[in-house]
C-alpha cells in the first residue's frame, strides 16, 4: 500500500498549560488524516453511514514519542492493511515537517456492521486497501 500524508499546524487552542499538544488532541489528527485518506479514494464516510454500514474503530494503540509545540508544523501518514477477513488497520505517523522526527505511531483497527448489526466487510473498505 502507498503511504497517504497529510501537512498540518499547531493551533494554540490546542496546547494545555503546560505549553505542549494535549494528548486528547493527537486522535483528532489522526483521525482528520484518515478522513481525508477516505477521500482519496472515493470513499465519504458520511455516506457510507447513511447507505447503512457503520466503520467503528474496534482498537486504538498510540505510543507518545514526543510533544509538539505551538506552531509546529508536521504530517500525519496513513497506511493501511488487512488484518481479517472482516478487520483492517490503519497505521499511522507524526512527523515534524522541520527535521522529520517521529512524534507519534498510531495502530488503529477497524470493524464494520450493515444495518443489522451483522459484521461485514464492504467493498469501500476493499478501496482502501489498493495501490
Known amino acids: 500500500m502507498q503511504e497517504f500524508s497529510v501537512e498540518l499546524a499547531v493551533r494554540d ?11 486528547a488532541v ?3 489528527y489522526l483521525e482528520h488524516a484518515r478522513h481525508e485518506f ?3 479514494r472515493d470513499v465519504d464516510f458520511a455516506e457510507l453511514t447513511a447507505s447503512g454500514i457503520h ?5 486504538a494503540e498510540l505510543d507518545y514519542l ?19 477477513r472482516l478487520r483492517m488497520g490503519f497505521t499511522q505517523v507524526i512527523t515534524l515537517q522541520a527535521s522529520g522526527a517521529a ?3 498510531a495502530r488503529f483497527t ?7 448489526g451483522k ?9 482502501l486497501l489498493m495501490l
Do not use: H, W
Request: net charge positive; glycine share 4%.
Open 55 to 59: 466503520v467503528m474503530v474496534i482498537k
Open 103 to 105: 512524534v507519534m505511531k
Open 38 to 40: 477516505l477521500k482519496t
Open 110 to 116: 477497524v470493524a464494520a456492521v450493515d444495518e443489522r
Open 66 to 84: 514526543r510533544s509538539l509545540r505551538p506552531g509546529d508544523r508536521f504530517n500525519v501518514s496513513v497506511m493501511t492493511d488487512r488484518i481479517s
Open 26 to 28: 493527537y486522535q483528532n
Open 13 to 23: 487552542y490546542e496546547c494545555d498549560l503546560q505549553g505542549i499538544v494535549n494528548n
Open 119 to 127: 459484521p461485514c466487510f464492504p467493498e469501500q473498505l476493499e478501496r
